[in-house]
């Protein structure tokens, strides 16, 4: 028998991820991933001038627009040695972060709340593009004559982001389910830990730490870089192992997610709670860049090389130039987003499934909740093979 699930459609250059999932009625067999995903989609970049690539940047890459396009800029100033102007550099992580509030918020909503109307959406939307028409400025390629903007008043939108995620808030100040009581989160928690109770999920893959100088190693030759982007992996003296990035990765040795795993809560529960946490800590995180000497938190970059964290793990832009009769162009232009981690074919999604009792009733919202959990930047389609 096959059973198909079809996620949110994005646009066709994306691709999408086949995931099919061998079953014998009690217990998974095995998880395979397929991925559509164009693993050559960076050559549109290559050949054409800075300037030129660097505006494609944003309409290849739709999904975490504002990450892909802050990442592209930092790649190529660096090769240029711009030094960028601390104004700039808070405006692109502050809006990176208010990207990733967007982009968790409409998760959170759409497959977690299932839109109940716990936190305003739209009005986290509405920050993000007002906060967009005004630093917009800090989206474009900078030289070293770039002058900085007028002041943005961040206090004022600190304000309107504390106050719109308060609940998740008061949520994560309470260590404790008792402290917390009874709320539309602890109810959801609950629900979770009930419903897959006596499901025990497989680890996960470690978190994601990467070195710029690993990184560097690995764009040396092109081959090489063709195959790590498309299926990355950390080297280790016994071979090689994959990693997972994102929000669970960041969060998982969090006093929330510890005190609720002590509590007895479910591995799906605290991937639910990783995901709240993040979420409320995005105000204290942009208060912590207004306040920092760099205007840097989560983003780094040297010769041609960016990364920068997303709503949906670590992203990593690398480029290198040449001069063609005098002329400026892009060499070669390799980008990894989170997913060819999170979704790798030996990643944490296989790792946490392989071999997995559970009931034909749970078996499909057990997938979908952990998907969405580990958040594809993509669409997905779920097959059950018996």
């Keep these: 028998m096959v059973v198909e699930a079809h996620a949110s459609s994005l646009t066709h250059i994306a691709g999408r991820l086949n995931i099919i999932v061998k079953y014998d009625g009690q217990k998974i067999l095995a998880v395979l991933i397929n991925s559509t995903r164009p693993k050559l989609l960076t050559r549109l970049l290559e050949g054409k001038r800075p300037e030129e690539a660097f505006n494609l940047i944003p309409l290849i890459f739709s ?20 030094k960028v102007c601390k104004e700039v550099e808070i405006a692109r992580s502050v809006l990176i972060y208010l990207e990733t509030a967007k982009e968790l918020c409409l998760r959170l ?6 839109n109940a ?57 309470k260590s404790t389910s008792v402290e917390r009581g009874i709320t539309p989160f602890s109810q959801l928690v609950d629900n979770l830990n009930a419903q897959f109770e006596g499901v025990e999920l497989g680890p996960s893959a470690p978190a ?47 006093k929330l997610i510890l005190q609720a795993e002590a509590e007895g809560s479910h591995q799906l529960t605290l991937r639910f709670l990783a ?37 949906r793990g670590l992203l990593v832009h690398k480029v290198t130039l ?9 060499n070669k232009y390799h980008i990894i987003a989170p997913t060819e981690w999170n979704f790798h074919p030996e990643g944490s999604l296989i790792s946490i499934l392989q071999g997995v009792v ?29």
């Design 117 to 173: 109307p716990l936190i305003d959406v739209y009005d986290v939307m509405t920050c993000y593009r007002s906060a967009l028409s005004q630093l917009g400025f800090s989206l474009d390629l900078q030289t070293d004559t770039s002058n900085a903007q007028a002041e943005f008043n961040y206090a004022e939108l600190l304000y309107s982001l504390e106050k719109l995620l308060l609940p998740l808030t008061s949520f994560c100040e």
């Design 63 to 82: 999904l975490c627009g504002t990450a892909q396009t802050v990442a592209g800029a930092m790649a190529i100033e660096s090769l240029r040695g711009v």
């Design 208 to 254: 994601l730490n990467l070195t710029a100088e690993y990184l560097e190693q690995k764009f040396e030759s092109d081959d090489v870089a063709a195959v790590f982007c498309s299926r990355p992996t950390i080297e280790t003296n016994g071979g090689s192992m994959c990693a997972e990035t994102g929000v669970w990765a960041r969060h998982a040795d969090n």
């Design 275 to 311: 995901l709240v946490y993040e979420l409320a800590s995005i105000p204290a995180k942009i208060r912590e860049i207004i306040n920092s000497e760099t205007g840097r938190l989560g983003v780094t970059a040297s010769e041609g090389l960016a990364t920068v964290n997303t709503a």
């Design 109 to 114: 909503s759409k497959d977690w709340l299932e």
């Design 322 to 330: 040449e001069n063609v009769n005098g002329d400026e162009r892009i």
């Design 358 to 386: 559970v009931s034909r009733e749970n078996l499909m919202p057990l997938l979908d909740k952990l998907i969405l959990a580990i958040d594809p930047c993509v669409a997905y389609d779920i097959k059950i093979e018996e």
